[in-house]
């Protein structure tokens, strides 16, 4: 293995089109190394969610391939796959379904069969990660938009993935609870992948980003020169909030 | 309202009976509801010694006999038909208060009332110490099938949530001035009902969704705390023990 270093994710030539005909992925290549926290923007209906459900086999690639930490993403594979990639839904009411918070935590890590006190130390350095350990036997339909995002963020923690994909981590949440929620994900030493419409929030976390359109990936590179791109974002309906300049 | 999901009845308590585990506490609650149903209704004190044995499980427990009564009410509705059959049955018949009495009927109605009554209290006492998801977790531990226990546990996370949403809706329509005083007004309110439970529909795709990407396969994980140990079986289905011995007495003096 000398010198070489797997990269976390890697995409191949992917392409899906949906049984209607309609064409969401086409060839799109990309490739995440470890510790790198990656920015995916695009408009509404550009692929990003279809893009993100390829990562861990809900959907699966007509053509190309998707390799987590060099193992395919395959049938027989499925298992560990889940494992590695952690997935953050935008809604966290539907992400979060177990009665309580410790118990949602859990369910993650027992899937994948850790038991007894392991699963305990599991839940427990999941919830600290995420400021939310006070919480643990509460009802997650108790809890602030804020508090549950973070819980659900620690949810997907508690399986130690290779990749964490948050999806929209930033939406419906009040400038605070972002706040916060910027500063945990920023203490995470992990790789991530982000899909935001929230431009300042991947300025904020992700040093390089990937913009992705009608199916494609139109521009990667570092965050902040593709933001200061008015010509790129206009031509891809991003846009950055009123008064926000980028030099 | 910090410790998850509270029902109006249970009622928190730090007892043994509180203590003891899910599991042991239905089946000795199922065991106890089997010995008052097969008692001949005619050994009437025996009855009064079941009772007892609630009384005694009420003391350890510290449930207070109003917080039981009260809510025993629930059973009102279901024993109005046994008040009607001292007045319908059939004959011989006894004299009371100018009133003739079927004897039967009498009979028909003290099993209805006497039996229903037990096991509305027996019910109640199980709910009173042990928490929802406790009895969930005690019904996975019988070995109820493990479909049953997801809906189930989906359930109680999810009731909330869509009756959240309900009311989000209903504001929503009252908002925009609807006000349903007659029947042909509820049209809205109909679609309303059909709109969520298209919302819930998709939500329960989403929720799948994200269960399959933490590894769902089928089963709820079980939680890894210790089953109940001898101890605590002989402890828990003492009552029950208890209701036998009612019950065998019962069968031999009549």
Redesign the interface.
């Known amino acids: 293995m000398a010198g070489h270093v797997t990269a976390s994710l890697e995409i191949a030539d992917v392409t899906f089109a949906y049984p209607d005909g309609h064409a969401a992925l086409r060839d799109v290549k990309l490739c995440i190394e470890r510790g790198e926290r990656v920015a995916l923007l695009g408009p509404n209906g550009a692929g990003k969610t279809t893009l993100v ?1 390829h990562l ?1 086999g ?1 959907l699966a690639a007509q053509q190309g391939s998707v390799t987590v930490a060099g193992l395919a993403v395959e049938k027989p594979n499925l ?1 560990e796959i ?2 590695r ?3 953050v ?1 935008q ?1 966290p ?8 918070v410790g ?1 949602d935590v ?3 890590p ?3 069969g850790v ?2 006190a392991d ?2 130390a599991r839940v427990d350095a999941a919830l600290a990660a995420v400021d939310m350990v006070e919480h643990r ?6 809890l602030s938009g804020g508090q549950r995002r973070r819980v659900a963020l620690a ?2 923690l508690a ?1 130690e993935p290779e990749i964490l994909v948050l999806d929209e981590p930033s939406s419906n949440l009040d400038p605070v609870a972002r706040r916060e929620l910027a500063e945990v994900v920023l203490r995470l030493d992990a790789t991530m992948l982000m899909v935001t419409h929230d431009l300042p929030f991947a300025l904020q976390l992700c040093p390089r980003s990937i913009v992705l359109d009608d199916g494609a990936v139109v521009a990667d590179g570092p965050t902040r020169e593709l933001l200061a791109d008015e010509e790129l974002l206009r031509r891809h309906r991003l846009e950055l909030p009123y008064g926000f300049v980028l030099s | 309202m910090g410790a998850g999901h509270a029902h109006p009845l249970y009622l928190p308590g730090p007892s043994a009976v509180h203590r003891l585990p899910a599991e042991v506490k239905i089946v000795a609650a199922f065991l106890g509801v089997l010995c008052v149903v097969a008692t001949p209704r005619e050994a009437f004190p025996v009855f009064g010694g079941y009772l007892l044995v609630l009384v005694a499980v009420w003391i350890v427990a510290r449930i207070p006999l109003r917080w039981i009564a009260v809510r025993s009410l629930i059973e009102a509705p279901f024993v109005v038909l046994a008040v009607l059959l001292p007045f319908t049955g059939p004959p011989p018949t006894v004299e009371w208060l100018g009133f003739a009495l079927s004897e039967p009927g009498l009979l028909g109605a003290w099993n209805i009332l006497v039996k229903g009554a037990l096991g509305v209290l027996t019910s109640l006492t199980l709910a009173a110490t042990t928490p929802l998801r406790d009895l969930l977790v005690g019904l996975q531990r019988l070995g109820a099938p493990a479909l049953v226990v997801t809906i189930a546990t989906l359930m109680l996370r999810y009731v909330d949530v869509i009756a959240g949403e309900a009311r989000r809706m209903r504001l929503a329509r009252i908002s925009r001035g609807h006000d349903p005083r007659f029947l042909w007004q509820l049209g809205a309110t109909a679609r309303g009902v059909g709109s969520l439970f298209v919302r819930s529909y998709a939500r329960g795709e989403r929720v799948h969704l994200a269960m399959l990407a933490r590894g769902w396969a089928g089963r709820m994980p079980r939680r890894s705390d210790a089953a109940a140990t001898p101890r605590q079986w002989a402890l828990g289905l003492a009552p029950a023990v208890a209701a036998f011995a009612l019950a065998l007495a019962g069968w031999l003096a009549t």
């Open positions: 459900l861990n809900i298992r889940r494992r990639v952690g997935i839904f809604d009411d539907d992400q979060l379904f177990m009665p309580t118990e859990a369910f993650g027992a899937n994948f038991t007894g699963l305990h036997d509460r009802s997650p339909l108790n949810t997907v399986c």
